[in-house]
């Protein structure tokens, strides 16, 4: 089937603004992640949900950022009042249950904070 | 602080040689150990994950975990100029989450 996919792929806002991204996991995977990624650094974990639960959201970086996922499937990140620290790759990736090994990563949106 | 930690690189190694990369973890509370690989605008891809000490090999990649001196490697064998590319180590606790580290760069020269 598909894999993980992410929209939009590139998003371009200003300073303030407030943005919404998209997840669409893999058919069936109940777990789900959400991270941020920047030039020449590993993904920081954010936060995952097990179904339409948020299990862990420690690495929320403060109350500008939240994270929905209301019928365990998609997922929305939503960022408020953007800064240009916000600015990164923001990765999704979906794993079978929580404990599953195997995460598949979607391709990322890319956010640009002007 | 939960901290991975990898040598930015790049590590350069001519074709067919063995690459040797290399990860430390503080949290001995780890559990499970991942490899992945990153090429460049994409996104990350499993590699391979290992649990318990020793070695375990699947095709030309072998992870080695020492968990008392919380060390993960990755070998990778015969290297390809296609597995240039950057090697992301991750590390799971109890907690499900995943805590990578900065990634290596890894050349492989014709």
């Keep these: ?114 | 602080q939960k901290e991975v930690e990898q040598n930015s690189g790049p590590l350069s190694v001519p074709e067919g040689a063995i690459a040797s990369l290399n990860c430390t973890y503080s949290d001995r509370g780890s559990q499970s150990f991942f490899w992945y690989r990153q090429y460049s605008g994409k996104s990350p891809e499993l590699i391979m994950f290992i649990y318990s000490n020793g070695d375990k090999e699947d095709g030309r990649f072998t992870a080695q975990l020492n968990k008392a001196s919380q060390y993960v490697s990755l070998l990778i064998r015969d290297s390809q100029p296609s597995d240039s590319a950057t090697y992301l180590c991750a590390v799971r606790n109890y907690g499900q989450n995943f805590v990578f580290g900065p990634g290596t760069r890894l050349s492989v020269l014709p």
């Design chain 1, 1 to 114: 089937g598909a894999g993980v996919s992410q929209t939009p792929s590139n998003k371009v806002t200003e300073k303030g603004k407030y943005v919404e991204l998209r997840c669409d996991p893999i058919s069936g995977h109940t777990a789900l992640y959400w991270y941020r990624q920047s030039l020449g650094q590993g993904p920081e974990f954010l936060i995952y949900f097990q179904g339409t639960g948020a299990a862990d959201d420690s690495g929320l970086p403060n109350d500008r950022f939240f994270a929905v996922r209301p019928e365990g499937s998609v997922s929305t990140l939503k960022i408020q009042r953007t800064e240009r620290g916000d600015s990164a790759v923001y990765l999704c990736a979906s794993s079978l249950a929580a404990g599953a090994e195997t995460q598949y990563f979607g391709p990322g949106t890319r956010l640009l904070v002007l």
